[in-house]
């Protein structure tokens, strides 16, 4: 029997032009098959949508589990169709106060369900989201409620790239209007080249207007080297692994006095998975912004069940590779540039002649350089090579500037500046370009920043990143060569790209849109905690106009100004800032009670 004109029935009058999609559109996405149970189940591309057993059973299982989190005020937000059993099953089991909305990304999947069997009136309960991912991030980000996203994955994994593009579009929306301020504490590594990076994000915190704990470990790196005196590498290691312990002991000592809403770690940071494990039985949240190849430093697949959340600069394997280790949330966050720092510079004469060439590079002395570059000296134009680790590497002797001093930030700015064209190579342990090109390295998005020209090996991300018209890639080695000769020829094409790179970096890649997209990201799946705050629903303008009544507490949320965050402690310290004179109401006592406990709970050490 065809149910379809009966269920759609129940839809006309909310949603007349689902309705006639679903009509017009073709049906088949999914293969009808009974369960054994007798119900009608389905697959898809021979993977099962429903359980082949009972399906009614299993969603009502997945139902049940989503009841853990799901709070009054929340739109729920499924993402699955499939055959909409498990949706059924949540509207039944849907907590007083909360709302339900369901993705559609294909009609045909819908029309599916509703020609196999009757769905009855609780279809019209729900809100049905169709269209385009972009239109849908726009619905949903127009919600006032807060939006907790329920996935049911057998029937998700069939528009896994709709969603992920929904959850990108809700993201960019979510970070440009955030409102409220959180309180972050950024762990840093012992030293190494994410150390920049993460005082670049302490910055970009810092300016979006969030209270910042910068956990430096720097300090500390005389004293991690010192253990080298010990010849044997065991020996070493052990030392180095065990003061690294140590310092890990110090982030949650530093975290007990001065919780903050979000622990952010930066790829080396020393936190191990006791510690992680330790933070999350507090209720602490925990993200890693892993800016390293995941291919070359893995211990990662000790930790990746330890953060809640990791941000990553690969895609596609990476994500594979942390999901077997354990991970839960994967997010892409590509590097950035600090326009406060990466920018165009006016130099004088004497520095343009001692940082200026025709062709620059600046980094280590990695194999692929080390071979790669002698191949790109010629007498046809001056050749300056910046940094360290080049030791051994004759054929570069005459061109490597300050005897492979390593070169500082203040340094780089000026050489690329100086330099006509300079050369982006990414690094690799092989002879020649990488070959599994796919994350673009932090030099890319610096070199933009600075108006600087650069010519850079291709990547399988970098589209996604930069056009064409605004960074020029080589794909082989051989290409070099003639690419610098077409290019110093031409100055006013080099520096309309420069500019374009720049306007483009600016525009979308600085430390400040990567941090709000973070923040975004942890938002959208903590609506009830990271989610608040950014929204703003925590401070005192927003709290008081939640209060039903003018009590005690609206009198002390008055003291405070509206667009100030506030919290249980800071309340309480208004009540204890009366005195011990002062007779309380039952209010405050309550208050005071409940921060008490909460000190209780998040007692560290």
């Known amino acids: 029997m065809n149910y379809l004109a009966q269920n759609l029935e129940g839809l006309r009058k909310r949603y007349p032009a689902l309705v006639q999609a679903t009509q017009e559109i073709s049906g088949g996405l999914l293969t009808v098959v009974p369960s054994r149970e007798g119900s009608p189940s389905a697959t898809r591309g021979g993977r099962w949508v429903h359980s082949g057993y009972d399906p009614r059973k299993e969603a009502q299982a997945w139902a049940e589990t989503q009841l853990h989190e799901w709070k009054a005020g929340e739109l729920g937000v499924v993402l699955g169709v499939g055959l909409l059993y498990h949706v059924e099953a949540l509207v039944a089991l849907k907590p007083q106060g909360t709302m339900l909305a369901v993705i559609v990304p294909n ?45 049911y994955g057998p029937a ?26 959180l309180h972050v504490a950024v762990v840093g590594p012992i030293y190494g080249g994410s150390l920049g990076i993460a005082r670049h994000t302490v910055a970009a915190l810092e300016s979006l207007g969030h209270r910042v704990s910068w956990l430096d470990q720097n300090p500390h790196h005389a004293s991690y080297e010192a253990f080298g005196v010990y010849h044997e590498p065991r020996h070493r290691l052990t030392m180095q692994s065990r003061f690294a312990d140590m310092l890990s002991v110090g982030v949650v000592t530093h ?30 949240l925990t993200a890693m912004w892993f800016v390293e190849n995941y291919r070359h430093l893995t211990y990662w697949r000790q930790l990746a069940g330890g953060y809640d959340y990791w941000f990553v600069i690969q895609q596609a394997s990476c994500f594979e590779a942390l999901k077997r280790a354990g991970a839960r949330h994967i997010t892409y966050l590509p590097m950035a540039a600090d326009p406060a720092l990466h920018r165009p510079l006016r130099l004088t004469v004497a520095e343009q002649d001692e940082y200026g060439a025709d062709v620059s590079f600046v980094g280590a002395g990695y ?45 780089c700015m000026k050489i690329f500046n100086a330099t006509s064209i300079n050369l982006n190579l990414h690094s690799c342990a ?73 306007r483009r970096v600016l525009a979308q890649h600085t430390y400040e849109h990567r941090m709000r997209e973070l923040l975004a990201t942890i938002g959208i799946h903590q ?79």
């Open 156 to 181: 998700a994994c069939l528009h896994s790239d709709a969603h992920r593009d929904l959850e990108a579009g809700l993201r960019r929306i979510i970070a440009a209007k955030q409102a409220g301020r």
């Open 430 to 502: 092989g002879d020649g370009l990488d070959p599994e090109a796919d994350f673009v390295n932090p030099r890319t998005f610096e070199l933009a920043a600075c108006g600087a020209f650069q010519l850079v090996d291709e990547r399988s991300l970098l589209s996604d990143l930069f056009a064409t018209n605004e960074m020029i890639r080589f794909t082989m080695a051989a290409e070099v060569p003639s690419l610098i000769r077409t290019w110093l020829d031409d100055a006013t094409g080099r520096r309309e790209i420069a500019e374009a790179a720049r």
């Open 527 to 605: 609506p009830d905690r990271i989610g608040t705050m950014i929204r703003g629903d925590r401070n005192a303008g927003a709290l008081t106009q939640r209060v039903d009544a003018p009590t005690e507490l609206v009198a002390i949320l008055r003291r405070f100004p509206p667009d100030q965050r506030v919290e249980l402690k800071d309340v309480a310290a208004q009540i204890k800032a009366k005195g011990a004179g002062h007779e309380l109401a039952r209010e405050e006592l309550l208050v005071l009670m409940l921060d008490s406990y909460r000190a209780e709970m998040r007692d560290l050490v």
């Open 107 to 151: 009609v045909a999947e819908l029309k599916d369900a509703a020609m196999i069997r009757p769905l009855g009136a609780w279809i019209d309960s729900v809100e049905w989201m169709w269209g385009t991912p972009v239109t849908m991030a726009e619905e949903l980000a127009a919600k006032s409620a807060p939006l907790r996203f329920m996935t």
């Open 255 to 284: 975290l007990a006095e001065d919780p903050p809403d979000l622990v952010l770690a930066l790829a080396q940071a020393p936190m191990n998975l006791a510690v992680l494990e330790h933070l999350r039985k507090k209720k602490f």
């Open 367 to 411: 194999a692929n350089r080390r071979t790669l570059l002698p191949r790109w000296l010629s007498n046809d134009w001056s050749f300056k090579l910046w940094g360290n680790e080049w030791e051994g590497a004759d054929g570069l002797t005459s061109v490597l500037q300050r005897g492979g001093a390593r070169i500082d930030m203040e340094a």
